[in-house]
């Protein structure tokens, strides 16, 4: 019962004995708004954890009157219902609730002798002689409840494990799609230290709040309610006076808790920046030994150590001090009980279900407090993991897609426009290019190469103009149905930790052992690979850094070529190989681009001597279009970069 400000009566729930009610509930909303799409998808052994939990709760309730039955029938009291009744003078004050308090303590004290007269012939009493019901009641009564109360806990505490271990497998699994469904201008301006914490440490964290916290979110509250539903309905008068006394526990965990949230909030921020830097630190550790920077950069990182200790000893600080400070309000309640109970003329042992009662809920109110704790530091991570969740793509996938045949016939560039935030870099560029015709782009660093092959990969969409396959929008098309009609060789080869046939399998997956070999094959790879210990079997290992460069780029040209799409595009494919690997790499390309239509970026332009139309960007505009001798006869830009690298004579002489 709880007697608001008007003076009326309400039921009281586990909330009112909550320490930290209101900041305790906003987390645990937070928290369970946020894994409420994944548990439902258990709810059937979500909510039988959960009536199980309260079953176990309302068993440690009976405990408390168990054991006072047993002493009464030890010592049967004297006083009758009326001289019990007569006891509640203190609401003479309160007129408006005496009678009603009146009537409720009448009610509940014919609810127990109607359960004490069902009881009677089961359990033994004082002057009568014991017969075998009643032996066989007080032998089973503590350990069938016991048993029940042991077993429902524990099958509680399995069904909520049980569904939190798929919650959180379900969850690590969509925020990798979700981030898979962003643009990479997302991933351009976020840290990959923040993005690998929110897969793992922010799910992790959440992970500890539900597989520790929900079990005893359900038990240890309701076994608090369930304690005090029996205490009152034993004694209404004093443990009224006993829940006045309990709010003493909220305030300091309360504070605690703000402090850990605090210092949660800087210690998860700090994790990421930390991260990040030990992900620059081992991918770049060549020019970090190169350069002699190891000091430099384990001073950074131990900078980011320290403000992790100190956050971290703040939370530990803070935690901590909860047990002392519930174990003394505790130890202080008892002792107002002590002088309540000689103030008000009661005999000692009516205090004894009080104490059993305080012991009962002692363990349950450590662990709220816990709980509290608990959420404070989970709630930084939900809300981390609901910004990513929340995030859309700049890309946007159409309602109704049109999914296009394969390419045939020409791609259109129709003033195309595009932008990275304020500046321009593509400036009204238009062009055709038909169906099998191999197109170089050259251009200075900075003059959009790149952002036009992201655009024709609809990584981004243009600002202004549109881009058309075969006469289709690019943006009324699916994006995977898009790049399915493209394979890309890249300068920066990236192999996955599998083996070499998965690695070129990546390329279209399902591609059986006889289309990997011939992809290889067709990348003069085949022979290397075969070379190698395992095979095609062999695992690559992180990076490939077991392969050579050149090694690495024609399993790149194997996977391009077992995805046989029609467009094939070229990023500076041999910037960063030796003259002999390049070679090597270049005869590869020149199978692959056969029957293709062909986009080639390149600095070097010596390898795009073969291809049948170059285009020169300038500050995001073609200012140049045609073959490689056409260029080079022009006199203009093209033939300026050419100089530069020392390809005009050459070509001077094969020309006369």
Known sequence: MHINEEGSVSALTPAHFSPGNEELMSNLRDILRFGWPYLRRYRTRFFLGILLGLLFSAVNGALVPAFKVIMDRLDPPTQTLKEE??????????????????ALEMSTKRFREEVMTALDVWLPKAHR???????????????????????????????????????????????????????????NKSKLGDLT??????????????????????????????????????????????LVLLPACVLPVVILGK??????????????????????????????????????????????????????????????????????????????????LFVSGREPKEMMPFVLGLVAVYTPFKKIANLHILFEQSSAGVRRLGQILEEQPTVVEPSQPIKPARFSHSIELDQVCFGYGGDTVLRGVTLTIPAGQKVGVAGESGSGKSTLLNLLFRFYDPTSGSIRLDGVDLRSMHTADLRHQMALVSQEVV???????????????????????????????H????????????????????????????????????????????DEATASLDSKSESEVQRSIDALAEHRTVFCVAHRLSTLINMDRILVLEKGRIVEDGSFQELLKKGGLFAAMARRQGIESSISGSLS
């Open 85 to 102: 009744v007569a006891k509640v003078s203190y609401l003479d004050k309160f007129p408006r609730l005496k009678k009603p308090f009146e």
């Open 129 to 187: 002689k014991l017969d075998s019901r009643q032996i066989a009641g007080v032998l089973l009564l503590f350990p069938l409840l016991m048993a029940i109360r042991g077993f429902t806990g524990y099958l509680s505490s399995y069904c909520l494990g049980w569904v939190t271990e798929r919650v959180i497998n379900n969850m690590q699994v969509d925020v990798l799609k979700k981030l898979h469904s962003l643009s990479i201008d997302y991933f």
């Open 197 to 242: 914490a929110r897969v793992q440490s922010d799910t992790a964290w959440l992970h500890r709040s539900l597989n520790l916290g929900l079990s005893d979110l359900i038990k240890e509250p309701s076994t608090v309610f369930f304690v005090f539903v029996v205490l009152f309905l034993m004694d209404a008068k004093m443990t009224l006076f006993l």
């Open 259 to 340: 402090k850990i949230r605090r210092a949660s909030d800087r210690s998860v921020s700090t994790k990421v920046s930390q991260s990040s830097l030990l992900f620059e630190i081992l991918t770049g550790i060549r020019v970090v030994k190169a350069f002699g920077l190891e000091a430099y950069q384990a001073e950074r990182f131990g900078d980011h150590a320290h403000d992790l200790v100190r956050y971290g000893v703040k939370s530990v600080q803070a935690k901590e001090l909860v047990n002392p400070i519930i174990e003394t309000v505790t130890a202080f309640i008892f002792g107002v009980l002590v002088i309540f």
């Open 495 to 525: 192999l996955f930790d599998q083996t070499v046939a998965e690695n070129i399998a990546c390329g279209r997956l399902g591609a059986s052992r006889s289309d990997i070999e011939e992809a290889a094959k067709a990348a003069f790879a």
């Open 527 to 570: 022979d290397f690979i075969e070379s190698i210990p395992g095979g095609y079997d062999a695992r690559v290992t992180e990076r490939g850094s077991n392969l050579s460069g050149g090694q690495r780029q024609r399993l790149a040209i194997a996977r391009a070529f077992v995805r046989n799409a029609p467009i094939l595009v070229l």
